[in-house]
């Protein structure tokens, strides 16, 4: 079964809004990683955050990691059309993290 | 070269057909993975090979059989698939089998049984 769980499913916003998304797991964590998907194509990593960290940053991207509440949040700023994609994040609390467990994600529409 | 390659992009096969899914990578990474992602959901694991060793197998039916030949090459062979086991097959590689560090993708291969 999913490790996490994003939140909203499905998000639509204009171009030049700013996007949310939040997922939570249920089990520690070593760290928790977000990718992005392209519609039918390979994931693309896009931050790590690692368990002792809080909040991280990566040009357009702001992660935040709350360990207490075993919830993330993925923020895009000032979104593109060429944002629109598919959001997992993926924990590694599987297999003694040995191996990576995804979110259900979150699908991102970004109209121009 | 930051690229996982797959082959072939496509297959269509029967349910009786033997058929072989290809994954390359050449970071030096010493973790492959294969996933399965079905439509509008988050892939899931199924085997996990380290130092091209199997690690990981996700309980994972036997039609499925992987094969890594070397550090390079992951092979996924198939045979007697039903039609539930359509979906897009996603390769990967890490530098090490642990989720401290990214994984890099392939584009997938997209696997009809008819």
């Known amino acids: 079964s999913q490790q996490g769980e994003e939140d909203p499913q499905a998000l639509s916003i204009q171009e030049g809004e700013n996007a949310t998304m939040n997922c939570s797991y249920k089990?520690?964590?070593?760290?928790l990683q977000w990718y992005r998907q392209n519609s039918g194509r390979g994931l693309v990593h896009l931050i790590l955050i690692r368990s002792n960290e809080r909040e991280k940053h990566s040009g357009r991207l702001r992660v935040t990691l709350d360990t207490s509440k075993k919830s993330s949040s993925l923020l895009i700023t000032a979104s593109r059309a060429a944002d629109t994609a598919s959001y997992f994040c993926?924990?590694?609390?599987?297999?003694?993290?040995?191996?990576?467990?995804f979110g259900k994600g979150t699908t991102l529409s970004v109209s121009s | 070269d930051t690229e996982v390659t797959q082959t072939p992009k496509h297959l269509v096969m029967g349910m009786t057909n033997k058929k072989s899914l290809k994954c390359e990578q050449h970071m030096g990474h010493r973790a492959m993975y294969w996933y399965k992602q079905k439509a509008k959901k988050p892939p899931e694991l199924m085997f996990v090979y380290s130092y091209e060793k199997l690690s990981i197998n996700e309980s994972v039916p036997s039609r499925f059989s992987p094969e890594c030949p070397n550090s390079s090459l992951l092979n996924l062979h198939l045979h007697a698939l039903q039609p539930e086991d359509s979906a897009l097959y996603l390769c990967?590689?890490?530098?090490?089998?642990?989720?401290?560090?990214?994984?890099?993708f392939g584009p997938g291969t997209r696997l009809t049984v008819t």
């Open positions: 089990t520690s964590i070593n760290n």
């Open positions: 993926a924990t590694d609390a599987r297999q003694a993290g040995t191996a990576l467990i």
């Open positions: 990967a590689s890490s530098p090490w089998a642990s989720g401290t560090y990214e994984q890099y």
